[in-house]
């Protein structure tokens, strides 16, 4: 573990670690790795997710990240009240997940295992493979209102007054 800070602390998290029995492994702040149906055959697999079942939330937008180039960063920020579930759908890349005091790098690297981020955490995707696409289904329609993008205020408003 790495500290950043007299109350801050870093460490870092394998998707690649057995989830529970239910597919699901708990990290930092209501984060969790899912392990999603995967059904394998010779000619190529095939994996899935239903909202509701796999997720905590309806799936009402999805959208993909792409070209960003290798080892680079992006989307530094936070929801209000927006879920997210993140999936490498090819490649790999890093996903570090901030509650204020804590952060944690999880890294994803299989098309069947994601991440659920809760609304409230900050997130960055980073460290991203050559050619990597970085699925995400989010619970809510696009809106600029739900984004936290200043980390100090985040910060403080975890911290409380």
Known sequence: METLGPERSTSRVSA????AADGQLCI???CR???????EDARGNLSFIEGSLHIPFQIRRVYWVY???GGAAR??????TLEEFIIAASGSF????????????????RSYVGIYV????????ENFSSNSVALILASQAYSEGDYVRDYPQFVRNRKGP
């Open 16 to 19: 690649a670690s057995t989830p």
């Open 28 to 30: 930092l702040a209501g």
């Open 33 to 39: 790795i899912v392990q999603l149906p995967r059904i």
């Open 67 to 69: 070209d960003v180039p």
């Open 75 to 80: 989307d530094g920020h936070a929801y209000r």
């Open 94 to 109: 890093d996903v570090a997940i901030d509650d204020g005091r804590h952060e944690q790098v999880v890294q994803l690297n």
């Open 118 to 125: 809760p609304p409230g955490v900050w997130r960055t995707l």
